[in-house]
C-alpha cells in the first residue's frame, strides 16, 4: 500500500515536498517512482530512484525537482522547487515491482 501526501495550493516559484509511505513491500530492495497526471492529460512520468539510490527524472521536472527516498522509514519524497502552473496535477508514487500506485495528491499551481 502506498500513501502520498504533501499536496497542495502553491504559489509560482513555491517549493513543497511530497512523501509517500510504503507498506507491505520489501522497500529496501525495490524502486520506487513519481508519476504525475495534469487534467486532461494522460499519466506522466516524473522520477524514479532505484534501491542504489540511482535517480532519473523526466525532462519536464530535470532540474527542479529532486527525488529521495528513506529506507530506515520506508518513505520516497519529492522535493519541488521553482514551481510553475504546468505542474499543477495529481501527483502519484508507484512501485514499479508490485505494479502498486498510491492514491495520488492534488498540487496546484497558481499564477
Known amino acids: 500500500q502506498l500513501q502520498a501526501s504533501g499536496g497542495g495550493l502553491v504559489q509560482t516559484g513555491g517549493s513543497p515536498k511530497l512523501s509517500c509511505a510504503a507498506s507491505?513491500?520489501?522497500?529496501?530492495?525495490?524502486?520506487m517512482s513519481w508519476y504525475r497526471q495534469a487534467p486532461g492529460k494522460q499519466r506522466e512520468y516524473v522520477a524514479r530512484?532505484?534501491?542504489?539510490?540511482?535517480?532519473d527524472y523526466g525532462d519536464s521536472v530535470k532540474g527542479r525537482f529532486t527525488i529521495s527516498r528513506d529506507n530506515a522509514r520506508d518513505t520516497v519524497s519529492l522535493q519541488m522547487n521553482s514551481l510553475k502552473p504546468e505542474d499543477t496535477a495529481v501527483y502519484y508514487c508507484y512501485s514499479p515491482f508490485t505494479n502498486s500506485w498510491g492514491a495520488g495528491t492534488q498540487v496546484t499551481v497558481s499564477s
Open positions: 507491505g513491500i520489501r522497500f529496501s530492495d525495490n524502486a
Open positions: 530512484i532505484s534501491s542504489a539510490y540511482r535517480t
